[in-house]
Structures are given as C-alpha cells and as structure tokens.
C-alpha cells in the first residue's frame, strides 16, 4: 500500500507559517505598546514633578514665571493626551491581531484533526491490507498441502 498523503498538507503548512508570522507581530505590537505605555508614564510622572515644583515655589515666584509653569503644564497635559492616543491606537491592534491569531489557530486545529482523522483510516486500512494479505498466505500454504 502506498505510504500516507494528507491532501491538504500544503494548507496546514501555510497555515503554521500564517500562526508564526502572526504570533510575531503579536509579539512586535506587545512590545511597542509596553513601549508607549512606559513614554506616558514618564510624561506623567514629569508633569508630576513640574506640579510640585510650581506648588512649592508658588509663593516666591512672579507671575510671569508662574505663567510659563501654568503653560509647560498645559503643553504637558497635550502631550500626555497624544500619547494615551497611541497606546489606545497601540492595544487595538493588540487586540485585532490577537482575535486574527485565534482564527488562524482554529482553522490551524480543524486541519490538524481532519489530518488524524484520515491517518487513522490510512492505518485501518493498511491493517485491514495486512489482515487480507495473511489470510491469502495461510489459504495457500493451506491449498498446496
């Protein structure tokens, strides 16, 4: 009998590549959003610090310099504001990716069963082979006796 062959090998294949290149991308986009996130609180924690510092020396300053914190902080508050635009940009496409990996893993797995499926009626078969082929051994070596 002639050895195994899944007819949609080539499938299954390009589907691991499609898993593995899409867990790579998973895993670019999950660094760049751990990325961001980092950026933002950095630019949290310095607004932070600008704020202290306007509040400590609020009574020794002038109004003009009071002014250009109040600004700073203003520009700050810009800034943090484009830049939870990005991570929010950054977890969607965390998510998209995440829901396209899970597709591709399903469609993956319902290969891989049918793949089973037909080895085990490929080894059921070469079984049901060997079965006939002994019984026609044992019917000759029983006839030429």
């Known amino acids: 009998m002639e ?7 080539r499938l299954l294949d390009y589907k691991k590549t499609l898993e593995n290149h899409k867990k790579s991308e998973y895993g670019n986009i ?3 959003l751990i990325k961001e996130e980092e950026i933002l609180k950095n630019y949290c924690e310095f ?5 202290k510092k306007k509040n400590k020396s609020s009574n020794k300053i002038n ?4 002014q250009l914190y109040n ?6 508050n810009e800034i943090i504001s484009t830049q939870k635009e990005l991570v929010n ?4 496409q965390l998510k998209t990716v995440k829901s396209e990996l899970l597709e591709i893993r399903k469609e993956k797995r319902a290969f891989e069963r ?32």
Not at 47 to 51: V, Y
Not at 71 to 76: A, F, G, H, T, V
Not at 89 to 92: V, W
């Open 47 to 51: 607004k932070n610090e600008l704020k």
């Open 3 to 9: 050895k195994f062959n899944f007819k949609f090998e």
């Open 114 to 145: 049918l793949k089973e499926n037909k080895y085990e009626e490929y080894l059921y078969c070469v079984k049901k082979e060997e079965e006939k082929l002994i019984d026609t051994i044992v019917s000759f070596k029983g006839s030429t006796r």
């Open 89 to 92: 940009k950054a977890e969607d």
């Open 63 to 66: 109004v003009a310099s009071l």
């Open 30 to 32: 999950q660094q760049k």
């Open 71 to 76: 600004n700073y902080i203003n520009d700050m």
